[in-house]
């Protein structure tokens, strides 16, 4: 395989043997991806049988057909049925190597389909770039050999990509102020009363008291976080890898503890991607049954 383009060797460290280690850590890292493809799917039918009536913002393929017909008659659920089906399909590569095509796109379908209400979140947003990703390695390296190096590699890019690109985001939408104090606290307060009409209670954490109280430090919790987010495309060398991830991990607890904002995925799927696991599974299967390593 020609991997010369400048990055292959961070991404996908084409010098370096596969391993066993490394076959299995790929495995259970597409189960994490699947399960988490399959809750939110059936969280979206769910939430859309229930409640969703009109297209109040169409978005991605619902700005060309009229989302609204899979309101009604468990539409929604039929989605996220076919998607865990074709998912395990998929998983023990019993059909065609297009089937995560097939779920990207479902995926997408019913997210247009449950956030056509105004409200756009971004959480899931990595899950589904990371079937956008399995669904490319699966057609264009249909080889075992290949398909973890690329897959994991194409999705550090774009999780790289994505953290930096949300920097120059911020930088262009409000300049070079907008680590200013004021914004956390403006969003403090807007959290506060969604918490507030939600439980009917808000009690601030330490930090978030800290942080109303003192300007500084409010402007240095946005700067710090900002910074991490410009950081992001260091993902992308491996040796470099680890201490941006830890960075990365740390940025989003900050935001959990400051804003109430929770991007658990995100989270998890950093600690999966960001460490070299595979070494750690390596040394254990060093002390397997070789029949046992072929099967995996």
């Not at 950081?231 to 830890?246: K, N, Q």
């Not at 740390?250 to 696991?277: E, K």
Request: positive net charge; aromatic residues 20%; proline residues 4%.
């Amino acid at each position: 395989m020609n991997w010369t383009f400048p990055l292959a060797s961070g991404l996908f460290e084409p010098k370096r043997d596969s391993s066993p280690g490394e076959t299995l850590f790929f495995k259970l890292f597409e189960i994490f991806i699947l399960c988490y493809t399959i809750k939110f799917s059936f969280e979206w039918a769910h939430y859309t049988q229930l409640r969703n009536v009109d297209v109040v913002l169409p978005l991605g393929v619902a700005n060309y057909f009229d989302v609204s017909l899979f309101f009604d008659h468990y539409l929604s659920y039929l989605i996220a049925g076919s998607i865990l089906i074709i998912s395990i399909i998929a998983f023990f590569r019993k059909g065609p190597n297009w089937l995560y095509m097939v779920v990207m796109l479902l995926f997408h379908l019913l997210y247009v389909i449950r956030f056509s209400q105004g409200e756009i979140p971004h959480s899931q947003n990595l899950i589904g770039m990371s079937l956008l990703c399995f669904a490319i390695g699966l057609i264009w390296y249909p080889d075992k050999k290949y398909q973890p190096r690329f897959i994991i590699g194409s999705i550090l890019f774009f999780i790289g990509l994505g953290y930096t690109t949300a920097f120059f985001a911020k930088l262009i939408g409000t300049g070079i102020h907008w680590f200013d104090s004021h914004h956390l606290w403006l969003w403090i307060s807007e959290k506060s009363v969604d918490i507030l009409s939600r439980e009917g209670v808000y009690n601030p954490n330490f930090l978030q008291r800290l942080a109303l109280t003192n300007s500084g430090i409010a402007s240095m919790i946005l700067l710090i976080g900002w910074f991490t987010e410009f950081i992001g495309f260091t993902l992308w060398w491996h040796r470099l890898r680890p201490y941006t991830t830890t960075l990365l991990i740390m940025m989003h607890i900050g935001i959990t503890l400051s804003m109430n904002i929770r991007f658990d995925a995100f989270v998890y799927q950093l600690i999966l991607i960001g460490y070299p696991w595979y070494r750690i599974f390596d040394l254990y299967l060093k002390k397997t049954p070789d029949w046992v390593i072929k099967t995996i």
